[in-house]
T-cell receptor, first 116, second 113 residues
Framework: AQKVTQAQTEISVVEKEDVTLDCVYE???????LFWYKQPPSGELVFLIR??????QNEISGRYSWNFQKSTSSFNFTITASQVVDSAVYFC?????????????FGKGTTLSVSS | NAGVTQTPKFQVLKTGQSMTLQCAQD?????MYWYRQDPGMGLRLIYY???????DKGEVPDGYNVSRLKKQNFLLGLESAAPSQTSVYFC????????????FGSGTRLTVV
């Protein structure tokens, strides 16, 4: 069975603090993809990053970084020097295979509030 | 702009009414999806379609039907709306492997009273 768990429901930080959003996944697939999406208050879903199961190289993109560890089935997301504009709901997702094709299964999301 | 377009953006239905949510994509993607988003539940897959003419159930298909007669369109139907179907509905599309990512529409906010 496929499952994505985001244990942190809500996180509140003050601007310029670093914050890490946790994601733990379960899958029986040997090849899989993991995603992070951001949903700002306006409601749209914004794609942030995709990682495949063969690539454990961690990535940094500006203030964002991702830590993928297959050994612990985790794909964590860190925002460095957070800003008010980072306030949003963040979703971790896992692509899974079925006979009908592929689809994403999402975690329940982590609401990040950054205050000035 | 290329992407996924959902109509309508907002809708209020009375219990028992029927309606169809429309989704169109212009990226020539084979795969399309319908999700619903409820507070504290994340996004849950309702139905998906790997190609024109094929559909399959997701996690929460009860009370819905879908149609994929054309590659660019994926329709979600509610035959007899219930208050439990009050939600925000998102349509998405992707190329078959999903490697590049999934493009989401802007959502339809549906309220059933």
């Amino acid at each position: 069975a496929q499952k994505v768990t985001q244990a942190q429901t809500e996180i509140s930080v003050v601007e310029k603090e670093d914050v890490t959003l946790d994601c733990v996944y379960e899958t029986r697939d040997t090849t899989y993809y993991l995603f992070w999406y951001k949903q700002p208050p306006s409601g749209e879903l914004v794609f942030l990053i995709r990682r495949n199961s063969f690539d454990e190289q961690n990535e940094i993109s500006g203030r964002y970084s991702w830590n993928f560890q297959k050994s612990t089935s985790s794909f964590n997301f860190t925002i460095t020097a957070s800003q008010v504009v980072d306030s949003a709901v963040y979703f971790c997702a896992l692509r899974y295979w079925s006979q009908a094709g592929t689809a994403l299964i999402f975690g329940k999301g982590t609401t990040l509030s950054v205050s000035s | 702009n290329a992407g996924v377009t959902q109509t309508p953006k907002f809708q209020v239905l009375k219990t028992g009414q029927s309606m169809t949510l429309q989704c169109a994509q212009d990226m020539n993607h084979n795969s399309m999806y319908w999700y619903r988003q409820d507070p504290g539940m994340g996004l849950r897959l309702i139905y998906y379609s790997a190609s024109e003419g094929t559909t399959d159930k997701g996690e929460v298909p009860d009370g819905y039907n879908v149609s994929r007669l054309k590659k660019q369109n994926f329709l979600l139907g509610l035959e007899s709306a219930a208050p439990s179907q009050t939600s925000v509905y998102f349509c998405a599309s992707s190329e078959p492997t999903g490697r590049i990512g999934y493009t989401f529409g802007s959502g339809t906010r549906l309220t059933v009273v």
